[in-house]
């Protein structure tokens, strides 16, 4: 065998320059992405402060005769304390005769606030794991407001709700999730426009 032992340290330093080559150019990336100035934050609350109203459509992965409805919506959000109220209003056309459903108008308002930990409220009223007890808790992700509610029914099954309210411009995109056992039931996609302050 004909070792170099020069030739072998040769190697050991090319590759341990290269190493450190690509050791720096990681650290420098990860140094320049956090401080630069155009990286993407996250919106306070107070940017979805005010009154929206929309549309939306209705799916539904259960109803053989409401499969596709329409939907109106509602949302106002205000500022409560450190925290904010979450209150939002839902016209659904889902039960009934098919060829003229009957309207039913769901309201819901929570008042979360501040959990200690930064861009997460959690609903104020608390909750335990009785049933029909909720446990809601909302965070904001770049520009969207994530708001999850579960509940647990008499037969010990969650029941989860997830609202993704995104916005963009003078408008907000709603994203909703039924989730019953881990099974998605109904999804409800929609626009609003801010009305009022």
Do not use: C
Request: charged content about 20%; hydrophobic content about 40%; aromatic content about 8%.
């Amino acid at each position: 065998m004909n070792f170099s032992l020069r030739g072998f340290t040769a190697h050991i330093s090319f590759r341990l320059t290269k190493f450190a080559a690509a050791v720096a150019l990681v650290l420098a990336g990860a140094i320049n992405m956090s401080s630069n100035p155009g990286a993407a934050q996250d919106v306070s609350a107070s940017a979805f402060h005010g009154h929206w109203q929309g549309s939306g459509v209705s799916e539904s992965e259960v109803s053989i005769n409401f499969r596709m409805t329409a939907r109106d919506l509602d949302v106002v959000v205000t500022p409560v304390g450190d925290g904010f109220s979450l209150a939002w209003t839902t016209v659904q056309r889902q039960k009934g005769d098919p060829s003229k459903p009957s309207v039913v108008r769901k309201g819901s308002e929570i008042i979360f606030q501040p959990s200690g930990r930064a861009g997460i409220w959690h609903d104020a009223q608390g909750a335990s794991a009785k049933a029909g007890d909720r446990y809601a808790w909302s965070r904001i992700k770049d520009n969207t407001l994530i708001t999850q509610i579960v509940e647990i029914d008499d037969e010990g099954r969650s029941d989860l709700h997830v609202y993704r309210r995104t916005l963009s411009g003078s408008g907000m995109a709603l994203e909703f999730r039924r989730l019953v056992d881990g099974e998605l039931v109904r999804t409800v996609d929609g626009k609003l426009i801010k009305i009022a302050n």
